[in-house]
């Protein structure tokens, strides 16, 4: 377990770093400034590792859904920029290009909200996930991979996607990011507003994508555990720093980061804002 | 009122009306891509004409051949104005950018008579003068064919949207752009088609509508019959700019033809007519016949 204090040390154990393989994206001390003025993440570093899940937890408004933003270039449509560090995969540098040019070497971001294009339908929502590949002839073999995953998108292919179930949509915006076949794929919480059988069951999808394709998935989740249920590493972030990391059985073990970040209080009781804080700094010192 | 002659009029209003039809098909399309009001539709039409004039004239070119060439300007056309005047005022206030397109007006009204001048032109013929005898009807060929090619390039369009690639991309496109980004589409490209099929289509209507009733600078405003047409049936509404643009051309054609009162006529209601009726249609439904819907699940 690694604890930090704010941009001390982003070097981690190699042992405990999630790129004992081979690093697929890497975060490093990353600043994000939104309109020139507010500054969101006051330098974030993370690694994600071919083939592994990353989570990436926390409470809102901690810069998660930014971190994102920052990878996939998707930051500058909404004004948003990397003022400093610098966001590597495969190798070369990410934080100057467009967000097309990121889709195109294999970045995918999943929107947060299942935001789909409402009035075109199941089939072509998926289809304009392969619409930035070259080769065009695949989409057919692409579009039975993605029924396979989701088999009930199959008999819904023709209905407009709009008035889909939530659950539905959720599916359709994955298999929208799959189309892509992308090396890394970004989630921002798949499970929003979603029933508890229906979040289980994308999460298993989303298992079984990371083995079958080795798509690397890092993912944004507010349900912790469920989240550190699938994945190989987590971190966790609070306003716009990370704070803490280690592999995600250990975070999910681990009574403090249960009480202080994920909000899993054993005895089910609430604590108070004061008691936490007070906690944290004792734990700081104590650490 | 001869109310004998309403066949006539209704089915020269219809003819008239898919060419209008055509015009505001390209407005829709720039406002669902990228939700701004192109204010220089009619200039552009209006360029093409001359554009197509220019070719017959200076260099002998046969009207097909001038009609062919002028759809290959139209395009660089639409190209140029989206990469040179609107790019640039991408994330800027939408008011900007539809006062681009009032300022483009007035440079490409500038243009045309800078080069071409403002004399009144007449294109050749594109299609046999003779009459179409149908009952009681008699309609005017070039007319009849003129709407058959408008609606041959509605078809063409709307195929083309509906069917291949580029138009899946466009109508994403115009759902969402941040989203597009997110799948990875090009929108700024994107913007660029919507400007070159929006000319390509502005002066093909503005090709036939000249070799009806001549080369001249009034062209732009005979175009502005297209507003009403996309405000009546939905901006954002394909099937409406048809629709629109049908209806447009009826209501010009029975309220300017069929009174026979010399006084009454000398008022040329039939100009007027239709933003009289695009105001009422505002006040009624402000969204037009098929504005577009949100979807929202509750």
Known sequence: ?287 | MNWDLFPQFLATGLLTGGIYALIALGLVLIYKSSRVFNFAQGHILMLGAFVAWWFTENLGWSIWLAFGATIGVAVLVGLLIERLALRPLIGQPILATVMMTLALSQVLQGAVILFFGANQRSLPMMFPLQPVILGDVRLKLNLVLAFGMAMLGFLLFVLFFRYTRWGLAMRAAAEDHQLAQSVGLRVPRIFGLAWAIASVVAIVGGVLLASISGVETNLAIIALKAFPAVLFGGLESIPGAIIGGLTVGVIESLVGGLPQDAAFRALHLGDIAPYVFMLLVLLVRPDGLFGLKRIERI
């Open chain 1, 1 to 287: 377990m690694t604890w930090r204090q704010g941009e001390s040390s982003p070097c981690l154990p190699f042992s405990l770093s999630p790129c004992r393989l081979k690093c697929m994206l890497k975060l490093n001390n990353i600043e994000v400034v939104y309109s020139d003025v507010i500054l969101v993440l006051r330098g974030v570093s993370l690694e994600v590792g071919d083939g592994q899940i990353v989570a990436l937890l926390g409470a809102n408004g901690a810069g998660k859904t930014t971190a994102l933003k920052a990878i996939s270039g998707l930051l500058r449509t909404e004004l948003g920029q990397v003022t400093r560090g610098s966001i590597e995969f495969d190798g070369a540098r990410l934080d100057r290009l467009g967000p097309e040019d990121i889709v195109e070497r294999g970045i995918v971001q999943v929107l947060e909200g299942r935001r789909l294009f409402a009035h075109l339908t199941t089939e072509e929502n998926l289809i304009t996930g392969a619409l930035s590949r070259r080769n065009g002839a695949s989409v057919k073999r692409d579009l039975e991979m993605v029924y396979d995953y989701f088999p009930r998108l199959r008999d819904l292919r023709g209905r407009v996607s709009g008035y889909l179930s939530g659950g539905e949509q959720q599916m359709v915006v994955i298999g929208r990011a799959l189309m892509a076949h992308p090396k890394v794929m970004l989630l921002d919480e798949p499970s929003l507003g979603l029933a508890p059988l229906i979040v289980e069951e994308i999460f298993q999808v989303i298992k079984k994508i990371n083995q079958q394709e080795k798509t690397s998935l890092l993912l944004v989740e507010q349900i912790a555990q469920a989240a550190l249920g699938i994945a190989d590493y987590g971190y966790v972030m609070e306003s716009g720093r990370v704070v803490l990391d280690g592999p995600a059985d250990k975070l999910r073990d681990n009574e403090d980061i249960k009480e202080f970040y994920l909000g899993l209080t054993q005895l089910g009781e609430r604590k108070s804002y004061r008691e936490v804080k007070h906690y944290k700094r004792r734990k700081r010192w104590l650490g």
